[in-house]
């Protein structure tokens, strides 16, 4: 057990170690703001307009083209409601567009519920593309209520690779 420990402890040094953190200009709406190295989205329950607020960013995925890649950070959660949809609620997604076959890709994280605090939320995407149009990071809310904030400061990047039915970060190109 302790040999497993040990190794679980060097793997996270090492996941640390290779992801690059993300430095992004965000782009945020009437109910979205930065500050204090957060990013902190609000949409009210009684919002008239089915509830939907993001903040976006520009994200070079140049040098992920034709890996898997993990985007993740440590977010906290008030009151975050049911979407109608699985696909909506919470929000962190990638978007882009494959220059070769001119289909849009939006890849997302899985939603989250309720109140939370410091929950890391990870996306996961293969760019199989070789040629991709500006590719877009979105953090918000779609179709549903709560306050959702995301800590900048753990916001990072990284290339992985599935090795015998596990996931290791590689080193970033």
Same mark, same amino acid.
Not at 13 to 36: E, F, R
Not at 95 to 102: A, E, I, N, V
């Given at each position: ?39 902190i989205v609000s949409v009210p329950r009684d919002d008239k307009k089915a509830g939907t607020e $993001? ?24 009151? $975050? ?11 962190? $997604? ?55 904030? $995301? ?23």
């Open positions: 057990m302790r040999t497993r420990v040990a190794a679980a402890a060097a793997f996270l040094l090492a996941a640390s170690a290779v992801a690059a953190p993300l430095k992004l200009d965000w782009q945020c709406g009437k109910n979205s703001i930065v500050k204090d190295n957060l990013l $993001m903040a976006r960013a520009e994200i070079d995925l140049a040098p992920y083209l034709g890996r898997m890649v993990e985007i993740r950070v440590k977010c906290t959660g008030f009151d $975050m409601t049911k979407a109608a949809q699985a696909h909506h609620g919470s929000k962190l $997604m990638l978007h882009y567009k494959d220059l070769d076959t001119g289909l849009d890709q939006w890849p997302q994280a899985g939603t989250v519920l309720g109140t939370f605090k410091d929950r890391e939320i990870r996306l996961r995407d293969y760019i199989a593309s070789k040629r991709i149009d500006k590719a877009q990071l979105s953090f918000g809310i779609q179709f549903a209520a709560g306050t959702f904030i $995301m800590d900048l400061s753990t916001l990072e990047i990284a290339a992985v690779e599935l090795k015998g039915g596990e996931i290791y970060r590689v080193k970033n190109p």
